[in-house]
């Protein structure tokens, strides 16, 4: 039903930018949190950022700083605007989102993920 769909990826040198997109589609009731997690080869997937309906944010403690959580309620779009990348950023980036269905019903969805290489 729901469908999280992520772009903005790609390949930046270091110290360079990029702004990731993720927008939810489908039956949704509310969003009650969006974010994003990234896994790198050989590791585990790890929290990047999250924000809240209530626009409270989280962030992992490597990206602390230099990248930035937003979101667009009306649009149903979370985005995150990542600076001063570095090579340990690369990584498969995931959108996450605990959608409630109904008043009754509450769970977490996943995007494909998107890949984001920084490199010289």
């Known amino acids: 039903q729901v469908q999280l769909a992520e772009s903005g990826g790609g390949l930046v040198q270091p110290g360079g930018s990029l702004r990731l997109s993720c927008a939810a589609s489908?039956?949704?009731?509310?969003?009650?949190?969006m974010g994003w997690y990234r896994q790198a080869p050989g590791k585990e997937r790890e929290l990047v950022a999250r924000i809240t309906s209530g626009d409270s944010t989280n962030y992992g403690d490597s990206v602390k700083g230099r990248f930035t959580v937003s979101r667009d309620n009306a649009k149903n779009t979370v985005y995150l605007q990542m600076n001063s990348l570095n090579p340990e950023d690369t990584a498969v980036y995931y959108c996450?989102?605990?959608?409630?269905?109904?008043?009754?019903?509450?769970?977490?969805?996943w995007g494909r993920g998107t890949q984001v290489t920084v490199s010289s």
């Open positions: 489908g039956g949704i009731l509310r969003i009650n949190a």
């Open positions: 996450n989102a605990h959608i409630s269905m109904s008043y009754y019903s509450a769970r977490d969805y």
